[in-house]
């Protein structure tokens, strides 16, 4: 590609920071028809929010408070960028190019839009010198995650040594991430682990269980940052679980908190799918009753009606499930509640037959009939 003319560049320059394309000489900027933007990826769109920080305080206790979406990085010794002759420099985090920085203009004010000052990257010699802005010849690019010296004034040409900077680095979800839906939840001793399902009781999150319609998952926790600060998310893709069997549905267990089983419950919250033995989808199912089956056996049958019954009762052999859902010989075994009848007639045709099971563990029959 040729390079333009220096003019030529200046006037593309001067539509593209109007977020308009040039494509005629004489042409104004409010004549052009098309966008002038960047592409970009969902994994380079934050998935949390950064609160506003008007000091450095308020910027110390936001990573303090989320340190699973920022992290601080205080007098970090830069590194050079390979072939940028000491011009370009970035932070080296044991092997990752960190990236993106905070910049203060991203977390405006939501009423006066000034800038979060707090958040403002300090640029400083080996020997923890300040380099203040107006020294020198440098800039910041935030996105990138660099700082960028002009020649003739590299750390080198200045006698800086190694650089180093104070920053705040983005290091939350993303919308392209796995965490689509993660949140990052601040709670004193939460006592979690990742994979735990959990629901909100009012006034903590706890681990979630089956055995209640009050206490099903809605949130599975996806990483676990230290004993106060953890993720979680409601939907999905998480790849850091042992133990799965892939092609795999999981519910909420309705015997142990928190965890998991391959077998459906009677109260059924599905929470994840596995696709691979470490890896697989967080459901953002609806739970439902499952459905599960008794035989005769189950129950010793009184199977005479006589001409007053109001009710058969059958003495049942073994606890059901909480809220189970049963069927006997094609008749529907729900909970529920209903009225009794006094039957009267010597004849009756039973249709419309239902079975309740009451709090003592017992089924009643109810029924419909005509004389």
């Known amino acids: 590609m040729a390079a333009p003319t220096q003019a030529q560049q200046s006037a593309f320059g001067y539509f593209h920071s109007l977020q308009k394309v040039k494509t005629e000489e004489t042409q104004n900027v409010f004549e052009s028809q098309f966008k002038s933007s960047h592409n970009v990826q969902s994994s380079e769109v934050w998935a949390e929010n950064v609160p506003f920080a008007a000091d450095v305080t308020a910027a110390d206790a936001a990573a303090a408070s989320f340190p699973a979406t920022i992290?601080?990085?205080?007098?970090?010794?830069?590194?050079?960028?390979?072939?940028?002759?000491?011009?370009?420099?970035?932070?080296?985090?044991?092997?990752?190019?960190?990236?993106?920085?905070?910049?203060?203009?991203?977390?405006?004010n939501s009423v006066t839009n000034i800038p979060s000052t707090g958040y403002e990257a300090k640029l400083f010699e080996s020997d923890?010198?300040?380099?203040?802005?107006?020294?020198?010849?440098?800039?910041?690019?935030?996105?990138?995650?660099?700082?960028?010296?002009?020649?003739?004034?590299?750390?080198a040409d200045l006698g800086y040594g190694v650089p180093k900077i104070s920053a705040y680095a983005y290091i939350g979800g993303t919308v392209g991430g796995s965490s689509l839906s993660e949140t990052a939840i601040?709670?004193?001793?939460?006592?979690?682990?990742?994979?735990?399902?959990i629901y909100h009781n009012g006034t903590v999150f706890a681990k979630a269980q089956s055995d209640d319609v009050d206490t099903l998952s809605f949130l599975v926790v996806t990483s676990v940052e230290d004993v106060d600060n953890f993720r979680a998310a409601s939907s999905g893709f998480l790849d850091s679980l042992t133990g799965l069997v892939a092609g795999q549905y999981y519910y909420l267990s309705d015997t142990t908190a928190g965890e998991w089983?391959?077998?459906?419950?009677?109260?059924?919250?599905?929470?994840?799918?596995?696709?691979?033995?470490?890896?697989?989808?967080?459901?953002?199912?609806?739970?439902?009753?499952?459905?599960?089956?008794?035989?005769?056996?189950?129950?010793?049958?009184?199977?005479?009606?006589?001409?007053?019954?109001?009710?058969?009762?059958?003495a049942l052999s073994q606890t059901p499930n909480p809220n189970a859902i049963i069927s006997m010989n094609g008749l529907e075994l729900i909970e529920g509640a209903s009225e009794d009848y006094t039957i009267t007639g010597s004849t009756l045709n039973l249709n419309n037959f239902w079975l309740i099971i009451d709090a003592g563990y017992k089924i009643k029959a109810r029924y419909n009939y005509t004389s």
């Open 71 to 108: 992290k601080k990085y205080s007098f970090t010794s830069l590194t050079e960028v390979v072939g940028s002759n000491g011009q370009a420099w970035f932070i080296d985090d044991g092997g990752t190019f960190v990236r993106p920085w905070i910049d203060p203009v991203d977390i405006p």
């Open 128 to 155: 923890d010198t300040q380099v203040p802005p107006a020294t020198g010849s440098w800039s910041i690019n935030y996105y990138a995650g660099m700082v960028l010296f002009e020649p003739g004034f590299t750390p």
């Open 186 to 197: 601040n709670q004193t001793a939460h006592g979690f682990i990742v994979g735990d399902s």
């Open 261 to 314: 089983v391959a077998v459906e419950p009677t109260i059924s919250n599905p929470v994840f799918f596995a696709n691979t033995t470490t890896s697989g989808w967080i459901l953002p199912f609806r739970p439902a009753l499952s459905t599960s089956s008794v035989t005769a056996a189950v129950f010793t049958q009184i199977d005479v009606f006589t001409s007053t019954a109001g009710q058969i009762v059958y």
